[in-house]
């Protein structure tokens, strides 16, 4: 069972499904990287992103071997151990042994049938089975923020 919350990110995370891969790209039926998604759920959920994210290349982060996109997922996101699984998880990837960690995905579904939402480079936003191969990779997992809970007229 899903919290609200988490139902929100996952809901917004597949309403990207089928988005173009585009470097860089951050708008819904247009194109998106892995961060674009990320960012697009964020500015659906929460409104405006908490950071302005600067141009990069596809090898960012690499020649310098700076974890920059696990540092800017700390500053905005909850760490959660590994092993506590819940839809709508932000999950961190290190796509080889030795690399820095630039692939992100939301988590959809936990369980037998894991599944994650990502930007798959040269495809599109799709939501891919959280096989074997994927759970190896993972190297961090967050929580996205709890929203500020609504005030109605009476608590104003």
């Not at 674009?36 to 302005?52: A, D, K, N, Q």
């Amino acid at each position: 069972m899903m919290t609200h919350m988490q139902g929100l990110i996952v809901g917004a995370a597949r309403g990207w499904t089928g988005t173009p891969y585009r470097h860089q790209g951050s708008c819904n039926g247009a194109g998106a990287d892995c961060l674009g998604l990320i960012r697009g759920v964020w500015r659906e959920v929460f409104g405006s992103e908490p950071e302005r994210v600067p141009a990069y290349t596809m090898d960012w982060s690499e020649p310098q071997q700076a974890e920059d996109l696990w540092q800017a997922a700390i500053r905005h996101f909850i760490p959660k151990g590994l092993n506590e699984e819940a839809p709508g998880d932000l999950l961190l990837f290190r796509m080889r042994d030795g690399s820095v960690a630039k692939h992100l995905g939301i988590a959809g579904r936990i369980g037998a049938n894991a599944s994650f939402i990502h930007a798959y480079s040269r495809h599109a936003v799709v939501e891919s089975p959280l096989s074997t191969p994927w759970r190896r990779r993972i190297v961090a997992r967050f929580a996205f923020p709890e929203m500020a809970p609504e005030l109605t007229e009476e608590e104003i």
